[in-house]
């Protein structure tokens, strides 16, 4: 059995215990079938499903209950997960749908009318899960596009589209996948999200910072409605105010999404559990931010179209493999929850920053970006690749870039020297490894460390994307700045937007497209730059 499906099998049973214990607080439940799960691992009904034993539907339930739009992620060759939550007030603690389990009904169609529906299923919405619904549409046709619905009594959600991947050994000719990352709703409209939803692509890689954790009030059009997030309710309530955004729920309407997370899902540069500028010798306090940090992974599930089991505390595995057949494969990272904490307190320059020069600490052999576990997981699945190209969907900058007078960004794998070079290590034998990286708010191209045996040929190529609306402070000073710098190819510091790369077994294409402002939602798109990776040949050029 693969790691897959031990994981749908994980994941049915977790569900099942999950419903089954919202059904008997409304005393709607089957204690045989609770018990059934429990003895053999497996709910008695299908994903998400409950037979007999689903609930009524509250009488007083709003006439709306799709606020927040529906999203899909996660594909398989046979299956996708579908997302939605019902909700009717997102900024309400119940979201304005009370605390009773909720029934939901979806379907899958081959047709955008419906006509031919080839899969369907029922699910309950739980209030222990915020009501989200996480529903596994299976067997499935492989490389096949799909619409979707939901549907609550006879109020009918948005309609998605979705797609499968290509059969494991398959040998697909083009994949035309978009990244992102960084969408700060008070910095700016997410005019960049409209022209994604327009974009002729397969798949949305998101590299993190989907949510900013300030608190209302900083300057903007789109100020937050919500308190700053600091338990499970407050961090919902900004989840849910983000995703009322009609531009981000078209683009998520658009394909399937595959979803990580940086720091701002949490707190800003946050390194395990420890928070920024916390004294890591504060044992009390590392036990409080477990417990914010427990919230916030519970909201990132509740609110993502992701193929993993809900959260059960502040520990949650979400890197995970992603394959397109034998053209790509794509590591999904996470850089927050294992790495050691930055280094070089004493000697940072920059006030509010984790910028400062190189120090000793930082040098060490046993700091971590990754962990070791992930470390291990990650060198496996390079072993195991037969992919033609091997995508790391990674949040932080990669690529060497020390500032003015040997100044570096500590938060970035700057900060973590050891770790990038065990990193390079995996890497030099892989097929053309290809890292697409969020974070910093700029768009850059740039080639990560060097050949054993040539010093001329970098590992591995770097393509940054700039955000969707964070901005970058001093862009112009940035950007004079780490131009020169060799292992940098290209730099923008100055526009917002995304990435759209299309691959096929020959080159991976990347386009950078920007929007002309974030001051206006009719704002306009274009192609910024392009850059060309050639098979077997990490050494990046300009079209």
């Not at 379907?107 to 031919?116: H, I, T």
């Not at 989200?132 to 609550?152: G, I």
């Not at 209302?216 to 983000?242: C, F």
């Not at 974070?439 to 850059?444: K, M, N």
Request: net charge negative; charged share 25%; hydrophobic share 40%.
């Amino acid at each position: 059995m693969g790691e897959s499906e031990r994981t749908k099998i994980d994941r049915r049973a977790f569900m099942a215990g999950v419903v089954a214990t919202a059904l008997a607080a409304a005393a709607c439940s089957s204690e045989d079938d609770a018990a059934q799960s429990e003895d053999t691992g497996q709910p008695a009904e299908d994903s998400n499903t409950t037979g007999d034993s689903r609930p009524a539907l509250p009488t007083d339930l709003a006439a709306e209950v799709f606020a927040l739009g529906v999203a899909s992620g996660d594909p398989l060759p046979d299956s996708v997960i579908l997302w939605t939550r019902i909700v009717a007030d997102p900024l309400a603690d119940d979201g304005g749908v009370g605390t009773a389990p909720i029934p939901v009904s979806w379907e899958v169609a081959a047709d955008k009318e419906f006509a031919d529906v080839v899969a369907s299923g029922d699910a309950v919405a739980v209030p222990l899960l915020a009501h989200s619904v996480h529903a596994d549409a299976s067997a499935l046709e492989p490389d096949t596009w799909y619409w979707y619905r939901f549907s609550v009594g006879d109020r009918i959600s948005p309609v998605g589209r979705t797609r499968t991947t290509p059969a494991k050994r398959s040998s697909p000719e083009k994949l035309r996948f978009a990244f992102a990352s960084c969408q700060n709703r008070q910095a700016g409209y997410w005019t960049a999200h409209k022209h994604l939803a327009e974009e002729n692509i397969d798949l949305v890689l998101f590299l993190g910072d989907y949510i900013y954790e300030e608190a209302p009030g900083a300057p903007g059009p789109n100020a937050n409605r919500s308190p700053a997030p600091v338990d499970l309710p407050t961090y919902r309530a900004r989840w849910a105010d983000y995703k009322t955004d009609p531009a981000l729920q078209a683009a998520h309407a658009r394909c399937p999404w595959v979803c990580t997370w940086d720091d701002h899902e949490v707190s800003n540069d946050y390194a395990d559990d420890v928070a920024q500028f916390a004294d890591p010798a504060d044992q009390e306090g590392r036990a409080r931010f477990l417990d914010r940090r427990a919230a916030a992974y519970q909201a990132f599930y509740e609110h993502s179209p992701v193929r993993l089991d809900p959260p059960e505390g502040p520990d949650y595995t979400i890197y995970r493999h992603v394959l397109w057949g034998k053209l790509a494969g794509f590591y999904v990272l996470d850089g927050r929850q294992y790495r050691s904490d930055q280094a070089c307190a004493d000697s940072a320059i920059l006030a509010g920053t984790s910028a400062g020069p190189l120090c000793d600490e930082a040098k060490a052999e046993d700091r971590t970006m990754l962990g070791e576990e992930q470390e291990a997981w990650l060198g496996d699945a390079f072993e195991a690749s037969d992919a033609r190209w091997n995508v790391l969907a990674n949040q932080t900058v990669m690529t060497t870039v020390p500032f003015a007078s040997g100044i570096y960004n500590l938060d970035q794998w700057d900060g973590y020297p050891a770790a990038r070079d065990r990193l390079l290590e995996q890497l030099v034998d892989v097929s053309n490894p290809i890292v697409i990286t969020g974070d910093i708010h700029l768009s850059g191209v740039g080639t990560i460390g060097q050949q054993p045996d040539d010093s001329d040929a970098p590992v591995a190529v770097e393509f940054v994307g700039t955000s969707i609306s964070s901005p970058f402070p001093a862009a112009d000073l940035i950007e004079s700045t780490v131009s020169s710098v060799p292992e940098v190819h290209y730099i923008n510091a100055r526009q917002r937007g995304y990435v759209v790369c299309t691959v096929t077994p020959e080159e991976t294409r990347a386009e950078f497209r920007f929007v002309s402002t974030i001051a206006d939602p009719e704002a306009t798109v274009e192609t910024g730059a392009t850059w060309i990776v050639t098979d077997g040949d990490a050494v990046p050029r300009s079209a």
